[in-house]
């Protein structure tokens, strides 16, 4: 799903019937699709190894993503970047496996730093 919704400007319709559970890479997903704000609770990231970019520039984008298992993945760089409207807690996330790949996770975005997952390093 690598840029699936990139740069999609005008788009925000449900995802509820996507099937993602065999979904290895959301990079870049939904980067630059400006008036997304939909509801992904039902989105199985179980396998997902890869988030880098996928909310970066999603300047509409705030709906609650602590659902997502996040205990494959090995990198977020630059996740949220410039999400201007993102502010959901994601202080449960596993971001063990991360290591250093968290670089300018939260640049840019509103979230506080209590809301942000525990032992992540450079992410502003």
Do not use: Y
Not at 21 to 31: A, D, I, K, L, Y
Not at 87 to 109: E, H, L, P, V, Y
Request: net charge neutral; with cysteine; proline share 3%.
């Amino acid at each position: 799903m690598v840029a699936m919704f990139h740069k999609a400007s005008i788009f925000n319709h449900p995802l509820t019937n996507f099937d993602t559970s065999n979904v290895r890479t959301m990079e870049g997903m939904f980067c630059e699709a400006s008036s997304f704000n939909q509801a992904l609770a039902n989105f199985d990231t179980s396998k997902v190894t890869d988030m880098d970019w996928m909310f970066m520039e999603a300047f509409s984008f705030n709906q609650p993503l602590n659902s997502f298992d996040t205990s494959n993945i090995t990198t977020m760089k630059e996740m949220f970047k410039e999400a201007s409207s993102f502010n959901q807690d994601i202080f449960k996330w596993d971001t063990s496996k991360c290591k250093n790949n968290m670089r300018d996770m939260f640049k840019g975005a509103p979230t506080k730093k209590a809301d942000k997952p525990k032992g992540a390093r450079g992410w502003f």
